[in-house]
């Protein structure tokens, strides 16, 4: 397995047919609504895994701090602050989940993070978390916090983690 840095359409197009397959055919999220204006921001840092075979098996993003505003204080979706940098659209195919590819495009979304938003070694992620996928993030050293709240129809709480070199 190997995870990629998306730098081509081909890439994103990946992330797309994954997310696509977990969010739209899966959980019935409006194909509209997982594809916004933040995947084409040149901020936005897309993380794309492959299977041994080549298949696309996860995908996840990295959202700039000021660069989500539809989370958030006064959003009507959650509470996170918008001066983090947020994780986002973690997709993990049926086939792929259980063997840890999850939890491996997490440890790249953070390392990224860190290069890219820390100060002085540390940076908090936020991020929207699933409710069913709350114990996975707990596992991974995030903490939940605030409401719950309807997005897209499925109910989620946000989270956050301060992540150090």
């Known amino acids: 397995m190997r995870i990629d840095l998306v730098e081509s359409a081909a890439q994103l ?23 916004d204006a933040l995947d084409d921001d040149p901020r936005t840092v897309h993380l794309v895994a492959y299977g041994d075979d080549g298949a696309v098996v996860a995908a996840g993003r990295l959202l700039a701090p000021h660069s989500d505003d539809a989370h958030g204080v006064g959003t009507g979706h959650g509470a996170m602050n ?54 996975f993030y707990e596992r991974l050293g995030y903490t939940v916090y605030g409401e719950p709240y309807l997005d897209e129809g499925i109910w989620h709480r946000d989270a956050f983690k301060d992540v150090t070199a």
């Open 13 to 35: 197009e990946d992330a797309m047919t994954v997310r696509f397959a977990v969010f739209v055919d899966e959980q019935g999220v409006s194909p509209e609504g997982e594809r």
């Open 82 to 135: 918008p001066a983090n940098p947020h994780v986002g659209r973690l997709a993990v195919s049926v086939a792929a989940r259980g063997t840890g590819v999850g939890r491996l495009l997490m440890e790249r979304i953070e390392a990224e993070a860190l290069e890219r938003h820390s100060s002085g070694g540390t940076v908090r992620l936020e991020l929207s978390a699933q409710h069913q996928a709350i114990p």
